[in-house]
């Protein structure tokens, strides 16, 4: 098992990598020419949310509590799934692309209904 898999909120991605899955069933049952859309990883829209607001890439693995080379890997990965820029870096400064700005308004809904989510199920523990 790899060291992200074993990261907790992973199990979403890790079900879905896992053999005989439905989706691991689906693709193998799909035209070759057919791509199925990555899912976008919460925690790289956190990263890139935190950069969005910060605007630096130093303050941003501070506040995450992570290196700035894991901030910088997780906003280039991101930009590869979304196929786009999301960042114009200026020096110090990371200024949001307008492909940035859309996604930032995407990934501010998904973040917090994810957060919504997880507030009701805790309720519905208590």
Known sequence: MSRAEKLPGNE???AFR????????????LPPTTTIPPILDSRKL????????LESFTLTAGEMAITQSAVSHAIKALEQEVGCRLFDRRGRRAALTPAGEQLLAHANRILSEMQSACHTMSAMVK
């Open 12 to 14: 979403i991605t890790t």
């Open 18 to 29: 896992a053999v005989g899955s439905p989706l691991a069933t689906r693709q193998a049952s």
């Open 46 to 53: 956190l990263t890139f949310v935190t950069l969005a607001r």
